[in-house]
Each structure stands twice: as C-alpha cells, then as structure tokens.
C-alpha cells in the first residue's frame, strides 16, 4: 500500500514545485512591467513640470520649470474626497516645517463651482499653500490622474515620490528623503 502512495506523493511535490515556479515568474514579470509603467509615468510627469503654467485661485501665477523652490509638490484633491481631506492637517504642518524651501500646489478636481470649493476648504483646514481649479480635468488628465488623492514630488524637476492613497506628510520616512534632497 505504501509503495503505491510514492508516485502519488512524488507528482503532486512536482506539481506544486512547477506552481510555485510560475507564480513566481508571474509575480516577476508584473513587477517588471509595474515599475516600467511608473517609469513611463514619471517621464509624463516631468515633461508637464516642463511646459505648465499654472494660476491658482488667488490669481497668482506659477511656471512649474520657473519656480525657485527646490521641491515641488503637486497634490491632487476634491472638496468631496474623504481621503484628501484627512491628509490636509499633515500637508499644512508638512508646508509650514518646509516654507521657502518647498511650494505645494493643489490641484482641485471639483467639476462645479471650484473656486468656491477651494475657498471654503481652504478656511475650513486653514491651507496654507494655494490650489489651482481644475473643473474639467484637463490638468488631471495631462498627468493620468484617475483618482484623489495623488501627490508627485519633484526636486528640481525631477520626480522623486509619488502616492497615489491617503498620506501622512509628516512621516519620518517621507521626511527624511525630504531632508536628503534638500541637503544635496
């Protein structure tokens, strides 16, 4: 009874050794096309950092590839986004440590009455960075934006995080390699 058990045993190791072969490989070649697409991404993003102009709802202009600051961050948000409305406390506390060396810049994505969204946000959690109105997405779309909140830094035009969920700004990672760039 045993001897006929090990072919059995046998087939099924090989079997669930082949399986975790292609799971692996799987996993491997979609990481690889993964950071292929965000490298694909990231160039998008530096070409607009290139050729934006931006005026936000206070009415000042700014050129992306002009800017003095070294850092630049980008956040993408709605007045009806629950996420995007959390991490604005961390995003305040997160410009104020960083003012005159790094520029926020929202980009708001409400498709009705913007400016006036922007304003009562900005009152209601105390903004400290100005936002552009973006109520037909045409800013959103030059970057892929498909959901809120999106943020992309750049240091000196170049893109160097991006997160596409909920964040704390004031993590001590994300610090630190604020720190890093701004140190270089």
């Known amino acids: 009874m045993k001897k006929k058990l090990i072919p059995i045993l046998l087939f099924i190791l090989a079997f669930t050794g082949f399986l975790s072969t292609q799971i692996l ?7 690889a096309e993964l950071v292929e697409e965000d490298k ?5 993003y530096e070409t607009n950092f290139q050729t934006l102009k931006l005026t936000t709802s206070k009415n000042t202009t700014i050129e992306l590839k002009k800017d003095p600051s070294p850092i630049i961050l980008l956040n993408f948000w709605a007045s009806w986004c629950i996420p995007c409305l959390k991490e604005f406390p ?3 506390q997160f410009q104020e440590k960083y003012k005159g060396k790094v520029k926020v810049i929202g980009i708001n994505g409400d498709d009705a009455d913007s400016a006036e969204h922007i304003r009562k946000t900005e009152s209601k959690y105390h903004l400290n960075f100005e936002s552009v109105e973006d109520p037909r997405s045409h800013i959103s779309e030059m970057f892929q934006i498909r959901t809120y909140p999106v943020s992309i830094v750049y240091h000196k035009g170049r893109v160097i995080y991006v997160n596409k969920k909920l964040h704390n700004f004031m993590d001590k990672d994300f610090l630190d390699m604020i720190d890093k760039q701004l140190g270089q």
Do not use: T
Request: avoid cysteine; charged fraction near 15%.
């Open 25 to 31: 490989w799987d996993n491997f070649n979609s990481n």
């Open 40 to 44: 694909q991404k990231h160039s998008v």
């Open 90 to 92: 961390s995003l305040v």
